[in-house]
């Protein structure tokens, strides 16, 4: 409702008039009271009014009043010329008798004194500027607010912007006093009729002024432009701050959820079948002097044997010398079958024979036997063992507690190691001397008799002896390979097994003396007595047409340095009969050397 104001057009509430600055010397006119329109004839006023204040331009429609009912549209503002406008009557709730205004055409004066503050639009609300109505939004669509095809604006220069011509001066006015612009008089409402609201047309029918804030206002769209526009897309910045951390955090979830994924498949064997890689099948040749080269080469001519008889029985190996049969192994290895016992052979795969003894010798720990029946034998070759170094590479071959065919490898770590084996029956009958290629390839019980092979896999010894660790004094040595092992020259083999083959019997080089074997000084004593209290050098024999004497010492050995009695009969065992040495004797205070060729003797 209107509340009792003013009906007409209203002033906006940003173009409220400032003070009017005159100069002092103009006079401020005032109108006499019988002008004011009377409530009779208010509108012969008010046309009265609006023929002085004609505007020199075509009219613009002007805002509509914000207010809960729309008002019609109302003429724009007309052109204000220079001036001084009378002060517009005050308006009363009753309606007072109005007079026609009898002075020349003037504009309409002001509703109101001027400001002192000059300080608009933050003075209090007047009755010429009513408080706007409340804008109640509506959703906009996600394309814009349309606007109606009466409100668009044409392409054209703005009215604000032509030139106005100034309106020629009032004769009672002052030309240089600049005037504020004027405001439209307010409509008064006729005193006998009373106040109603006029009906309005729909506001999708009402036109609207081009200028109005409202219409351009949309608090959900950008400030002076629609939300959407023709043309191409414009780019948006976009922010890679966060991108960027959503990457790192997807990255380091995906590379967990893998590690745990290939953790799991790694510990529980997948979850696919598992078909692991391997190499292709290769032909099995090898390099022939490679380990396995010579094993493969040595292995089916090396035979176990299982030796049993008079309660006991035992367990060795042999290798095979000739197509005949004959097999070559240790004396200590078929000792327990005796004459009557029972020798098995097994060779290498796996195929078993009976065997004879053809012959043995305890004082060279060696023996010979016979199968019969077996083709394909595979004869071992013979090596020099006078051509064997230190450091030799060389492989060993046997039975070790009964595992056939079990290859062990080392070197020759010495030559000519004298050694003397056996002696359990006491009377020296079992006691053997070698002059024996010291390894370091593993020996052990069972390895007997074997071969010890070269890098061609020729035989340049038989292995007959290791040297137990000792536990402590008066105690047994212990069983097993310690890297000390023995073997007994090939050479040597070779002219023993050739007699026990050919005669049944091996024949011994001799000196023909009884040596003092309880003598503890460096070398070999001759001893004052013999055997049975016989003369210690043998009338005849080889000693004694040399001129050695009882009592004497024998020091060298072809310049060989002997040290006991013992290292004296191993290293005459190591040549034939017949063979020349040349012996460095210590009689009294002086040494001589004196030469002699060996005897021969059978053994027992």
């Keep these: ?194 106040m109603h609201h006029h009906p309005q047309p729909p506001a999708d029918e009402r036109p609207q002024p081009l200028n109005s804030v409202w219409l351009q206002y949309d608090p959900w769209s950008a400030p002076g432009r629609p939300l959407t526009e023709p043309g191409e897309p414009v780019a948006r910045k976009r922010r890679r701050g966060p991108l960027l951390v959503g990457a790192l955090v997807i990255a380091l979830v995906a590379g967990g959820t893998g590690g745990a994924i290939g953790a799991y498949v790694e510990r529980n064997g997948g979850i696919v079948q598992v078909e692991l890689p391997q190499a292709d099948r290769e032909n099995g040749d090898r390099a022939p002097d490679s380990v396995a080269g010579i094993a493969a080469s040595a292995l089916p001519s090396v035979v176990t044997l299982h030796v049993s008889g008079g309660g006991e029985q035992g367990t060795g190996t042999g290798f095979v010398l000739d197509r005949q049969g004959h097999i070559l192994t240790n004396n200590h290895v078929v000792d327990p079958a005796g004459t009557s016992g029972d020798i098995t052979i097994t060779f290498s795969g796996g195929e078993t024979a009976e065997a004879t003894l053809v012959g043995k010798d305890s004082g060279y720990d060696l023996a010979v036997v016979k199968v019969t029946g077996v083709s394909g034998l595979k004869p071992l070759p013979l090596g020099n063992s006078d051509n064997v170094r230190v450091g030799d590479p060389v492989v060993a071959i046997g039975a070790p507690f009964d595992l056939q065919n079990t290859v062990t490898s080392g070197i020759i770590s010495a030559k000519e190691r004298p050694i003397t084996a056996g002696g359990e029956k006491g009377d020296g009958s079992d006691v053997s001397y070698v002059d024996a290629l010291q390894t370091d390839a593993p020996i052990n019980p069972g390895n007997s008799g074997g071969p010890l092979v070269d890098s061609k896999a020729r035989v340049i010894g038989i292995n007959s002896a290791i040297r137990a660790a000792d536990t402590g004094a008066g105690a047994e040595g212990q069983a097993g390979s310690i890297g000390l092992g023995f073997a007994i020259p090939i050479n040597q083999g070779k002219r023993v097994a050739e007699e026990l083959i050919n005669t049944g019997k091996a024949t011994h080089p001799v000196i023909g003396v009884s040596l003092d074997m309880k003598f503890t000084g460096d070398g070999a004593r001759v001893g004052e007595r013999g055997k049975d209290d016989t003369p210690s050098i043998t009338p005849g024999g080889p000693a004694a047409k040399a001129g050695i004497k009882p009592g004497d010492v024998i020091t060298k050995v072809d310049g060989q340095r002997v040290h006991s009695g013992e290292e004296l009969i191993v290293k005459i065992r190591a040549h034939r009969p017949g063979d020349r040495l040349e012996l460095t004797i210590r009689r009294g205070g002086d040494e001589r050397t004196m030469t002699l060729t060996l005897g021969s003797a059978d053994s027992s």
């Design 1 to 194: 409702m209107d509340d009792g104001k003013p009906t007409g057009s209203k002033a906006k509430w940003w173009s409220r008039p400032s003070a009017v600055r005159v100069t002092p010397s103009v006079p401020e006119q005032s109108e006499p009271a019988d002008a004011q329109p009377s409530a009779a004839a208010p509108e012969a006023g008010r046309e009265a009014t609006v023929k002085a204040t004609a505007p020199t331009t075509a009219p613009q429609p002007a805002e509509p009043a914000l207010s809960d009912t729309a008002a019609p549209p109302q003429p724009a503002e007309p052109v204000i010329a220079d001036t001084v406008a009378a002060p517009a009557p005050a308006v009363a709730d009753t309606a007072a008798p109005a007079t026609p205004v009898a002075t020349a055409p003037s504009r309409p004066a002001p509703l109101h004194e001027p400001d002192p503050y000059s300080t608009p639009p933050y003075g209090g609300p007047g009755p010429w500027a009513p408080a706007p109505p409340v804008q109640r939004p509506v959703p906009t669509p996600a394309q814009g607010t349309p606007v109606p095809a009466q409100y668009t604006v044409p392409q054209t220069v703005p009215h604000a912007a032509q030139p106005v011509p100034p309106a020629p001066p009032a004769p009672h006015a002052a030309p240089s006093a600049p005037l504020p612009p004027a405001q439209p008089e307010p409509a008064v409402p006729h005193p006998q009729q009373p």
